[in-house]
């Protein structure tokens, strides 16, 4: 399936009009239907709004989804890493999942603070 198909499918499930779609994402319906034709490729902002508007990943757009058993291998390296610096991570990590989504930003933005502020 090419990129114009997968976003006029997308349209489609939403029961969005091009016009209307062209309109959701802030770009004339003739360069739309231009676009959903494949006469003219898709610019990179193009792509992001599409993407943003149908609420999908500009990889799946351009059908450059990761595969899930990879996706899978590599957060499994990644918890294991952790666990490895960490062996409390387990406790570490339910009592960050007890934290409301601001408190949550608050930590990580910490973090950030914290990153930065390190001497290589």
């Given at each position: ?8 499918q ?9 016009k ?12 739309m ?56 991570a ?15 930003q ?11 502020r390190?001497?290589?």
């Amino acid at each position: 399936m090419t990129t114009a198909q997968r976003i006029i499918q997308l349209r489609s499930k939403k029961n969005w009009t091009q016009k209307e779609f062209a309109k959701h994402v802030n770009i004339n319906v003739s360069v739309m239907n231009r676009i959903e034709s494949g006469e003219r490729p898709i610019k990179g902002d193009e792509l992001t709004a599409i993407a943003d508007t149908l609420q999908v990943t500009t990889d799946y757009l351009l059908d450059r989804e990761v595969s899930s058993s990879k996706a899978s291998d590599h957060e499994n390296e990644f918890i294991k890493s952790i666990q490895e610096k960490m062996p409390n991570a387990d406790r570490m990590f339910r009592d960050l999942a007890s934290l409301t989504p601001e408190q949550m930003q608050d930590v990580y933005d910490y973090l950030l603070f914290k990153m930065s502020r390190r001497k290589d």
